[in-house]
């Protein structure tokens, strides 16, 4: 859309993924740990794509986070659904001492989930951060995640039917998407 995109990843071997992302705008690759790399400004938008189910200390991660975003920015962050239905990894407030996930955060693959949160978590860490959370949103039914045996029909369908799946799926009861939508979008503010 013609922004200035700072992409942070911890793995610098990704440089070439993120120059094949560089249609409009200006895309910059700053490889590290977003923590300990000095950044040369703060953010207007910070997104955090399925990042903080990786880390030991989400609560702490996101407080570092905020420090990033410019007074009135917003922190858009998606995590997995820790409410839905196939999960079963612990929530990150059934632990009391984190520490031992220390070493496997931020793992290689991406398919190191340590804990799952879940919205009452998110949005007490974001109240004690004094962030707005601006909206909440579920996505992701099993049918478009590939779950519960359904990867083989996703490919034999045609692409407007799971399109429509997905669609359908946000008018459900929202009992309903806690436990049937996959993922998590939350958009928060930080204060003026």
Not at 37 to 58: M, T
Not at 118 to 135: K, P, Q, Y
Request: hydrophobic fraction near 40%; proline fraction near 5%.
């Amino acid at each position: 859309m013609g922004y200035t995109v700072t992409w942070n990843d911890i793995r610098a071997d990704l440089i070439g993924y993120v120059k094949l992302k560089d249609e409009l705008g200006e895309i910059g690759f700053v490889p590290g740990n977003c923590l300990e790399v000095k950044f040369d400004r703060l953010f207007d938008c910070l997104l955090l794509g399925e990042v903080i189910e990786h880390v030991a200390y989400p609560d702490r991660f996101l407080k570092s986070l905020v420090k990033l975003v410019k007074k009135g920015g917003f922190i858009v962050l998606t995590t997995p659904n820790g409410e839905y239905f196939k999960n079963s990894l612990p929530k990150y407030s059934d632990f009391p001492n984190p520490e031992i996930f220390e070493s496997t955060q931020f793992g290689p693959d991406g398919d190191d989930h340590i804990f799952l949160l879940h919205e009452s978590e998110i949005r007490g860490w974001a109240r004690n951060l004094g962030l707005e959370v601006l909206s909440h949103d579920f996505f992701g039914n099993s049918l478009t995640c590939g779950h519960v045996k359904l990867q083989k029909l996703l490919n034999l369908l045609p692409k407007f039917i799971v399109k429509k799946t997905e669609i359908m799926t946000n008018f459900l009861p929202l009992r309903l998407k806690r436990k049937l939508c996959y993922g998590s979008c939350f958009v928060l503010k930080v204060p003026e």
